[in-house]
Structures are given as structure tokens and as C-alpha cells.
């Protein structure tokens, strides 16, 4: 089966070289060694102030919210993985969408303004397959009306904007180091932030309010990493050049031979270095999509409808149309993409689409 996408395993006995500390150490969770090695080494290669480990990508964004969101509306995205709208409901707070722009496929940041009302406390965005929002436009929108920006930078790992790590936009930007992610742990993530009283917040947060052992600062929950996962993710970091450059060659590859009259993929913003993290390509229609579909399904090929549905067509989000964003999920596909992939696949891959398009 050719997936779209597979987990990257460094080679076993580098992943028991750390795990061997955790063991001589005795010693298992609540920030031990591997994990604070971790954060270290994440800082210095993002180029980051702040970095807090969690255990997965989407309880940093619930913490976030849970700080900032007030009980209010939030202004996002409907084209996003769930995770992000789900974090909005279940942190009790209501989603309000804003169409998306159809090249960069992130929120459109003309129509933000027109959303806020005076119950709006936060704007939570998504840099859809590591493709930055107008970052600045957003910071400035949000200045003026006195919002909070949380950034879900799931996909955004090793992704720099205007030359530096997009994870320093916005006051929270939050990544997954799940499995299907550039890096990964297994499960895992992170929260990032700039402001050293958000970074206090943050870090309590995610350790149940703790202040010593036997005070608090304030309401917490568990979103700690444990050493194992964070063992895998050493293991993983030093092939992260390796990744990225033949995931580069993935999308060359596709971007060298797909016939671009008859689909469209995404358009990476300007004074981005992006990670090669998806390759979507845009169908004209849903029944061209369908028709893909079945034709790679045929070759045992099953790439992945990111994202659909629209998340304002969600039953519990009770969101509004979303012209665009409904119109793109119902046509939008994300093609196999990872290390290892054979050129003989890749053929096989662009000469269905192409002969199913055309
Ligand atoms: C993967 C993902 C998440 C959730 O991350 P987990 O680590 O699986 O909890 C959130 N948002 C987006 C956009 C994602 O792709």
C-alpha cells in the first residue's frame, strides 16, 4: 500500500541509546533529562525563545484557549485539521469562522475584521500545511481591537517566515510532534510563545498549576511529555536535514510532472521557507476527486482527503457558510508524500491523476 504518509524510524539501537538513560535514571516523566535535552535542542535549531513539550498537538491549543479565550467567540478557520475547532468547543467557547483565501488556503485576513464583535477575546488560525498566515496583518487587526492570536503550527516544523521560525508569531503558536508530522515522537507537541508572563502561564498550565510541590499558581492540567516519547524524538532530530531535503525531491517531483491545466496545489506564501510537510493538489470538482480516488485505490494508492469536511459544516461548530473553504474541501486531496517513496510510484501516481483530469 502506498499511504500518504509514513511515520520516518530512525534506526532502533540510536532510540535505545536514550532510552538506556531513562532506565539507569530510574526515571520516567515530569521533565527528566531526555526531555529538558529535548527542548534545549529544539530552541537552538528553531531559533526559538520559549519551547514547552507537550504530550500531543492539540492540548496546547485547549491551554491556550483555556487562558485566553475567556468563555468568548473565537475567530478562525474553517480548513484546518478538527483538532482546531474541537479545542474552540470543547474549551467552551464559541468558533466563529472566516472564509479562507483560495491560493493560500489559509484564513483570509480581509474578511477578520468584519467578524469581530465585542464578545470576540481571540483569533486561533491555522498555517494550513505549513503555508504561514498574513501573519502581520493579523498581528495588526488584533492590536487594534485588543485580541489575543493563537497560531495551531501543527504542520509548521522547520517552516521560517521573513527568516525566522514562524512559531515566533502570534502570542501562542502551538505544533504536533504526532507520528504523521515532519518530526514526531509518536504523540507529542509543543507551545512556543515570545512574552516571558504567557511562558509562566504556559508552564504552569501544562504541570497541573504547580508551584513547588505543594502550592499553586493556578488551574493546570497534565500535558506532559513522557521520557520515552521524548527519547524517540532525539533519536529523530539529527535526520531532520535528511527529511526535509527528500521530501523536497517528493514535491519537485510532482511539481515537475503533474499537468497544471487540469489541477491546482497550493500556493506557498511569499518569503516563506516552507518543509515540503503535504502536497495537496485541487481538483475542478468533487466527482473528479471521487473519480482520482478510485483509480488510485485501484493501485492500492490511498492518499488522504485533507481536509474535509469543512469545518463549519460540523454539527456541534454550527458555523456559517463558508463559500470557499466548503468548495475546496470537497475537491482537495493530499498525494503520498515521504522519505523513502519510490520514483516508480511517483510516475505511477501523476499518470493516474493526470490521465483521470484530463
Ligand atoms: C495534527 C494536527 C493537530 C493535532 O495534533 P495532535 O498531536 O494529533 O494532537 C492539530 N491541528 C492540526 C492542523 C493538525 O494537523
Keep these: 500500500m502506498i499511504p500518504v504518509t509514513k511515520t520516518f524510524l530512525p534506526p532502533q539501537e540510536e532510540y535505545n541509546s536514550y532510552v538506556k538513560r531513562a532506565w539507569d535514571k530510574v526515571w520516567l516523566t515530569n521533565r527528566g533529562e531526555l526531555t529538558l535535552e529535548l527542548e534545549d535542542k529544539l530552541k537552538n535549531l528553531l531559533g526559538?525563545?520559549?519551547?514547552?513539550?507537550?504530550?500531543?498537538?492539540?492540548?496546547?491549543?485547549?491551554?491556550?484557549?483555556?487562558?485566553?479565550?475567556?468563555?468568548?467567540?473565537?475567530?478562525?478557520?474553517?480548513?484546518?485539521?478538527?483538532?482546531?475547532?474541537?479545542?474552540?468547543?470543547?474549551?467552551?467557547?464559541?468558533?466563529?469562522?472566516?472564509?479562507?483565501?483560495?491560493?493560500?488556503?489559509?484564513?483570509?485576513?480581509?474578511?477578520?475584521e468584519a467578524a469581530i464583535t465585542p464578545k470576540t477575546t481571540a483569533i486561533l488560525a491555522t498555517h494550513v500545511f505549513g503555508n504561514p498566515c498574513d501573519v502581520i496583518a493579523i498581528e495588526n487587526i488584533a492590536k487594534k481591537h485588543n485580541l489575543k492570536v493563537i497560531y495551531d503550527a501543527a504542520h509548521c516544523f522547520g517552516v521560517k517566515f521573513n527568516n525566522q521560525s514562524v512559531f515566533n508569531f502570534g502570542d501562542v503558536s502551538t505544533c504536533s510532534f504526532h507520528a504523521t508530522k515532519?518530526?514526531?515522537?509518536?504523540?507529542?507537541?509543543?507551545?512556543?510563545?515570545?512574552?516571558?508572563?504567557?511562558?509562566?502561564?504556559?508552564?504552569?498550565?501544562?504541570?497541573?498549576?504547580?508551584?513547588?510541590?505543594?502550592?499553586?499558581?493556578?488551574?493546570?492540567?497534565n500535558a506532559k511529555i513522557s521520557e520515552l516519547q521524548s527519547a524517540l524524538g532525539l533519536a529523530v532530530l539529527p535526520y531532520m536535514d535528511h527529511i526535509i531535503s527528500e521530501r523536497k525531491k517528493v514535491v519537485d517531483f510532482y511539481n515537475n510532472n503533474l499537468n497544471f491545466?487540469?489541477?491546482?496545489?497550493?500556493?506557498?506564501?511569499?518569503?516563506?521557507?516552507?518543509?515540503?510537510?503535504?502536497?495537496?493538489?485541487?481538483?475542478?470538482?468533487?466527482?473528479?476527486?471521487l473519480k482520482v480516488l478510485e483509480a488510485l485505490a485501484n493501485d492500492n494508492i490511498i492518499p488522504r482527503r485533507y481536509f474535509y469536511p469543512s469545518l463549519n459544516t460540523i454539527e456541534y461548530t454550527k458555523g456559517e457558510k463558508m463559500p470557499v473553504s466548503e468548495s475546496i474541501a470537497s475537491r482537495i486531496l493530499c498525494l503520498p508524500l515521504y522519505v523513502g517513496i519510490s520514483e516508480a510510484d511517483l510516475k505511477n501516481i501523476t499518470q493516474i491523476i493526470n490521465t483521470q483530469t484530463s
Design 182 to 221: 515532519l518530526f514526531h515522537t509518536g504523540e507529542g507537541g509543543a507551545m512556543f510563545c515570545n512574552d516571558a508572563a504567557i511562558f509562566h502561564q504556559l508552564y504552569y498550565s501544562h504541570n497541573f498549576g504547580h508551584n513547588g510541590p505543594l502550592a499553586f499558581h493556578g488551574l493546570g492540567i
Design 48 to 112: 526559538v525563545s520559549n519551547l514547552i513539550i507537550t504530550n500531543n498537538g492539540t492540548i496546547p491549543i485547549q491551554i491556550a484557549l483555556k487562558l485566553f479565550g475567556e468563555g468568548g467567540e473565537i475567530i478562525t478557520t474553517p480548513f484546518s485539521y478538527v483538532a482546531t475547532s474541537a479545542a474552540i468547543v470543547w474549551e467552551n467557547c464559541k468558533p466563529v469562522f472566516v472564509d479562507i483565501n483560495p491560493d493560500y488556503l489559509t484564513i483570509d485576513e480581509t474578511k477578520i
Design 261 to 289: 491545466n487540469t489541477v491546482k496545489t497550493l500556493k506557498i506564501r511569499e518569503n516563506t521557507e516552507w518543509n515540503y510537510s503535504y502536497y495537496p493538489v485541487i481538483l475542478d470538482s468533487e466527482e473528479t476527486l
